[in-house]
């Protein structure tokens, strides 16, 4: 069974903090992503990574920046928090580019 | 750029086969068809997906229509387990980036009731 696990379901922070979402998979996937999920816009993809230390922008990239040093963690950063990131992250790991994508249980954020 | 297009809700008794409409009309060749459910506050579960063909697995069987426009989802036997969104997804190649990498394209999905 794939396992992608996320470092927090809630998290509260303060607009202009750093934020760090972690996610994990354990099953030696190549690509990783992050979705955001917000209530009528559906799941928006931000950035993956089809190797370590590679990284490419979805549709959604402004306001964040996104780190893989190693092959079974994806990091995704908020440099400076703002109101309107308040959403549910979503992390998804493939085999391939071209495979199944498996997710995380996500992490509800909200930026006071 | 939604690419499907399901109904809002629907409900299903338990024990019933559910059979979960999606239209993908522009749909284009070499693109995959995917369903995801997604049970309240946690991250989607892959169901299953196809291309051209009927597919089925432990979970659903997935039925696409010969011109590939739409598709349907089937629960056979729906448990009250089974209330969830349900998401027609179509999976494109990406644009401008690195060849041979694919997004997911969601939908606002369909929530699924099942009735005791």
């Known amino acids: 069974d794939v396992k992608v696990t996320q470092s927090s379901r809630y998290l509260v922070k303060r607009t202009g903090e750093k934020v760090f979402l972690e996610c994990v998979q354990d099953?030696?996937?190549?690509?990783m992503f992050w979705y955001r999920q917000d209530p009528g816009l559906g799941l928006r993809l931000i950035y993956f990574?089809?190797?370590?230390?590679?990284?490419e922008k979805g549709d959604i990239p402004e306001g964040y920046s996104v780190s893989r040093e190693k092959k079974e963690r994806f990091s995704l950063i908020l440099e400076s928090a703002s109101t309107n990131q308040t959403s549910m992250y979503l992390c998804?790991?493939?085999?391939?580019?071209?495979?199944?994508?498996?997710f995380g249980p996500g992490t509800r954020l909200l930026v006071l | 750029d939604a690419k499907t297009t399901q109904p809002p809700s629907m409900d299903c008794a338990e024990g019933r086969a559910a059979n979960l409409p999606c239209n993908h009309s522009?749909?284009?060749?070499?693109?995959?068809v995917y369903w995801y459910r997604q049970i309240h506050s946690q991250g989607p579960q892959y169901i299953i997906h196809?291309?051209?063909n009927n597919e089925t697995n432990e979970m659903a069987s997935l039925i696409i229509t010969e011109d590939r426009k739409s598709s349907t989802l089937i629960l056979p036997h729906a448990t009250l387990r089974d209330t969830a969104v349900y998401y027609c997804?179509?999976?494109?190649?990406?644009?401008?980036?690195?060849?041979?990498?694919?997004?997911?394209?969601f939908g606002t999905g369909t929530r699924l009731k099942v009735l005791a």
């Open positions: 997804i179509v999976r494109v190649a990406q644009v401008g980036v690195t060849s041979g990498t694919y997004k997911y394209i």
């Open positions: 196809g291309l051209k």
């Open positions: 990574s089809y190797d370590v230390k590679m990284k």
């Open positions: 998804a790991s493939s085999l391939g580019r071209q495979e199944t994508q498996y």
């Open positions: 099953m030696d996937h190549e690509n």
């Open positions: 522009t749909i284009s060749g070499n693109e995959y």
